[in-house]
C-alpha cells in the first residue's frame, strides 16, 4: 500500500467496517429503502456491507460497491441517494446488482435485459421522459419527497435505478434543463 493510499483510507469512514454475510442486500421500491433503512437514515447502520471499494470517492460521500452493483450517496452519513446498477459500463467496475428488489410485496427481477417499455409496462408511465441525449433514456418517476431515475443505454437496455430524496426535477432550474413541460408539483 502506498502512502497516498495509506492517507486516504485513514479518512474513509468505512475503513473499520467488516461485511456480514448475514446482511441481505434487497431495495424496497414501495418504501425506497436499501436493506430496511430509508433515505435521510444514517449511512453507518449499514456497516454490514463492508468498506467502501473506492477509497477517494468515499471520503466524498459516496460509497461505492463494485462487487454488489451498489452505490450510495451521502452528506454527513445521512443517505441522500443510492445507486442499483445492472451494467459494467457505469464508471467503467460496477458488476451487475447482486441483491433483491421488492416492489408491491413480491420480489421482481431487474437487469439489463429489462428494456424502457418493459420498464414503463411494470411500473407505469414516468412524470417526465429525458430523451435528448442520443446515448441514454432518463425516466423521472416522482412519489412526493422521493423519485425514481431509471437510466438506459442507447440499446434501451436499463443500465441503473437512481431512488434520491429531494427530488431532482423539485428544483426549478433542474427541470429547466430536462426540459420539463409539465406543472411542478405532480398530481
Known amino acids: 500500500m502506498g502512502i497516498f493510499t495509506w492517507f486516504l483510507n485513514r479518512h474513509n469512514p468505512t475503513r473499520n467496517w467488516q461485511f456480514d454475510p448475514s446482511l441481505e442486500l434487497i431495495i424496497d421500491l414501495d418504501m425506497n429503502r436499501i436493506c430496511g433503512l430509508s433515505l435521510g437514515d444514517s449511512f453507518v447502520d ?106 438506459f443505454d442507447r440499446n434501451d437496455s436499463l443500465r441503473c435505478l437512481i431512488i434520491l430524496s429531494p427530488p431532482l426535477l423539485a428544483d426549478e432550474e433542474q427541470r429547466k434543463i430536462y426540459g420539463v413541460k409539465k406543472p411542478w408539483p405532480p398530481s
Open 46 to 151: 449499514l456497516q454490514g456491507l463492508g468498506q467502501a471499494e473506492d477509497t477517494q470517492a468515499s471520503l466524498q460521500g459516496n460509497f461505492r460497491y463494485y462487487s454488489k452493483g451498489l452505490e450510495i450517496d451521502c452528506d454527513e452519513n445521512v443517505i441522500e441517494s443510492f445507486i442499483v446498477h445492472w451494467s459494467e459500463s457505469v464508471h467503467g467496475k460496477f458488476r451487475p446488482y447482486i441483491g433483491k428488489i421488492l416492489y408491491q410485496g413480491s420480489e421482481v427481477t431487474l437487469d439489463n435485459t429489462i428494456l424502457v417499455e418493459q420498464f414503463v409496462q411494470r411500473f407505469g408511465e414516468p412524470f417526465w421522459r429525458d430523451t435528448v441525449d442520443e446515448d441514454e433514456t432518463i425516466l423521472f418517476y416522482e412519489f412526493g419527497e422521493h423519485e425514481w431515475q431509471a437510466e
